[in-house]
């Protein structure tokens, strides 16, 4: 079973920039789709971005324009550049990816945007 392990998260000033990673523990070259999701405190958790095995991408609306998910085969890597961060994109960041009939979760990173 792939297990996927979540970094880059941190403090950052509103109109600032954070760059995610999702590295699994294979190749990610035979799995599914894969996404970033959020959950701030008090709500559900949101999907953001994702993008297919063949590289389509999909966004939120919240986040259309100012996010960007991309997929390293090389690095077995997801990645989720956050540009021109707002305060309500505080939350704890998901990646997931479908293997199969099953989804898989990492453990989450905090990301909070204040001044």
């Known amino acids: 079973q792939v297990q996927l392990v979540e970094s880059g998260g941190g403090l950052v000033q509103p109109g600032g920039s954070l760059r995610l990673s999702c590295a699994a523990s294979r190749s990610i070259v035979n799995l599914g789709t894969m996404g970033w999701y959020r959950q701030a405190p008090g709500t559900q958790r949101e999907s953001v971005a994702y993008i297919t095995s063949d590289g389509r991408r999909n966004y939120v609306g919240s986040v259309q324009g100012r996010f960007t998910i991309s997929r390293d085969y090389a690095k077995n890597t997801v990645y989720l550049q956050m540009d021109s961060l707002k305060p309500e994109d505080t939350a704890v960041y998901y990646c997931?990816?479908?293997?199969?009939?099953?989804?898989?979760w990492g453990q989450g990173t905090q990301v909070t945007v204040s001044s």
């Open positions: 997931n990816a479908i293997v199969g009939r099953s989804t898989v």
